[in-house]
């Protein structure tokens, strides 16, 4: 089994300052001044993938595990992490363009990284990513590839015959499916998935190793289908304004102040439920 | 505009999949009766009357099939639509709404978008409005390729069925013999309640990553059942397997619309805050006056969560009257 994990480095857009959101004439959003981090959902792929090859303890099962990004040097110590944490190989496929808002784009990229390069069978990812939030770029993946798609997995395990045991959330329930390689996972919410940190032995031994650099240009005249037409195109970005009266209580205690709260305004409001 | 909705009637979310397609439709289209249709997917486990009653239009198509495999289902919508002009297809903003209305569009040459909260039609293209950047900022978008292949926004609506219509024309194709994939060897579903407790609740307390630890989660636990209210949690604390998944509010959980929600430790991320922002009143308790929260809510105290809340719970439980 041959896994790609495909992540993409996003800034932590929580920790910008509340209406600190200034938009350029073409429409970029300044994030520059906040920590850049690896996008949660694609976080969870990357560590559901480590805790699938742990458990794939036979040599039919044993993956081959890749690390891929789009995007520019940023990511480069993501990457050398990913290594350290014993992926075998850690590419980013060199890319300038403004891409927030073009799946189609990563999707033909990703693709042409697997025909080409890869060989993969099985693609990981996360559904959707911060700042684009288009939640597409697993799916047009899989139309590009003729693959399946799973969505809003939760967990992967090994299963005989070089099958995955994969469970996944649909919208009345849950599914638990043994499915046959090719295919794409795209990861929703998955509980203990937090990305695990390398050890200073791990970092000794594998962190050193070095990043794939692949230019997408290049990728896609080499060995590239054509990205699916998007037909979409941003024309305008807005703050959504979410204040409220935002009252504060005052008073000198914890005490206090929870009984003017009481008084003041719940009392009545849960009279009302 | 023509368009047509694709509903999972296989599904017991069908109607709330019918209601807020519906609601969607009458808020952004000045459509007339024989402009719009329906297609419903359905198998043996679904009363067909139901599924007709329901309908958000007037016409709709019913199709048999033997469940609801996103595979299956492009292919038969890819059958059942081939050679057919529509402009708009409109997809529920359910998971698997979003999954199809982006594959539809890639299998048709057409233009996608998904999480849509408003669309404005143009003659050849279509605006089109929705939440980016973790749903801090909203974008506008314009489609140009038809078809026009849509999710909406999950909790968009309360989902209730618009207005009665009085006759249906109905159409049906059978697709219930046809081989469905080829990759999967075997499948468990478990059935869950869609909606929820959380979903229902006219009182949440809802705990964020401030509190820190299971323990304390479980504790906020108790501490809602004394105050007769529901536990939600951020992300954090969900990812955290804190407290089961069940209980997450936010995008990527419940989109909740009580009466009352009490947040405590939670700073107030905007995809935590999508999942609360249909609350009639929010009340922040944070130890951080600078909390997002704080200003997104009604009322706030700015203290120690548990003192709060255990105080709170005195309060509300001895139900005396103020001195």
């Known amino acids: 089994m041959n896994i790609l994990v495909c992540f993409k480095v996003v800034p932590d857009l929580d920790l910008m300052p509340g209406g600190d959101w200034n938009v350029d004439s073409r429409l970029r959003v300044e994030t520059g001044y906040v920590k850049n981090i690896i996008n949660p959902y694609d976080e969870s792929a990357l560590e559901i993938a480590l805790q699938f090859a742990d458990k794939a303890d036979d040599d039919q099962c044993s993956p081959g595990l890749t690390a891929l990004t789009i995007g520019d040097s940023k990511a480069n110590l993501h990457l050398k992490t990913l290594r350290a944490l014993s992926f075998d190989r850690a590419v980013r496929i060199d890319s300038k363009e403004d891409l927030r808002f073009r799946p189609e784009t990563c999707a033909a990229l990703i693709s042409a990284y697997i025909n080409k390069i890869g060989k993969n069978n099985v693609v990981i990812m996360g559904r959707q990513s911060g700042v684009g939030d288009n939640a597409q770029t697993p799916l047009i993946c899989a139309e590009m590839m003729g693959w399946p798609c799973i969505t809003q997995v939760s967990s992967i395990e090994p299963a005989a015959g070089a099958c995955l045991r994969v469970t996944n959330l649909v919208d009345d329930g849950t599914c638990r499916q043994t499915i046959e390689p090719p295919c794409i996972l795209a990861i929703g919410n998955a509980p203990n998935s937090y990305l695990r940190v390398p050890t200073l032995k791990d970092i000794k031994a594998h962190g050193q190793k070095p990043v794939e650099v692949i230019d997408a240009a290049v990728l896609m005249a080499t060995g590239g289908q054509p990205a699916l037409p998007g037909g979409c195109e941003l024309l305008g970005i807005e703050a959504i304004d979410r204040r409220r009266s935002g009252i504060i209580i005052e008073g000198e205690t914890a005490a206090e102040k929870t009984q003017a709260l009481y008084y003041s305004y719940l009392k009545g409001w849960l009279a009302g439920i | ?323």
């Open chain 2, 1 to 323: 505009m023509k368009y047509k909705i694709v509903l999972n009637g296989c599904s017991s979310t069908y109607r709330i999949q019918a209601g807020e397609t519906g609601a969607f439709i009458r808020n952004n289209l000045e459509s007339q009766p024989g402009d719009g249709s329906t297609i419903v997917f359905y198998n043996d486990g679904a009363a067909k009357e139901n599924l007709i009653a329901a309908s958000p239009t007037t016409r709709l198509h019913l199709v048999k099939i033997n469940s609801y495999r996103p595979e299956a289902v492009l292919t038969y919508l890819k059958e059942l639509e081939y050679g057919i002009e529509c402009d708009l297809y409109l997809f529920p903003g359910d998971y698997a709404g979003s999954e199809l209305s982006t594959r539809f569009a890639a299998r048709t040459g057409g233009s996608s978008i998904a999480a849509v909260d408003k669309i404005e039609p143009g003659s050849e293209s279509l605006t089109c409005y929705r939440a980016i950047y973790s749903n801090y900022l909203r974008g506008r978008f314009r489609l140009g390729k038809k078809p026009f292949c849509l999710s909406i926004a999950r909790g968009l609506s309360a989902g209730a069925p618009g207005n009665q219509i009085e006759k249906r024309q109905v159409t049906e194709s059978d697709f219930w013999d046809l081989p469905e994939n080829r990759f999967t060897r075997d499948c468990e579903f478990t059935a869950a309640d869609p909606v929820g407790e959380l979903g229902r609740a006219p009182f949440i307390l809802a705990a964020g990553r401030g509190v820190k630890s299971r323990e304390k989660t479980e504790m906020l636990g108790k501490i809602a059942k004394e105050l007769g209210a529901e536990l939600g949690v951020s992300r954090p604390v969900a990812m955290s397997a804190w407290a089961p998944l069940d209980r997450l509010l936010g995008i990527s959980g419940t989109m909740a619309r009580p009466k009352l929600c009490l947040a405590a430790a939670v700073s107030g991320a905007a995809a935590f805050y999508a999942g609360i922002e249909k609350s009639k009143k929010i009340v922040a308790i944070n130890i951080d006056a600078q909390a997002p929260l704080v200003r997104a809510a009604d009322v706030a105290i700015i203290d120690d969560y548990e003192t709060v809340l255990k105080e709170l719970v005195k309060l509300v439980q001895s139900g005396e009257p103020r001195e």
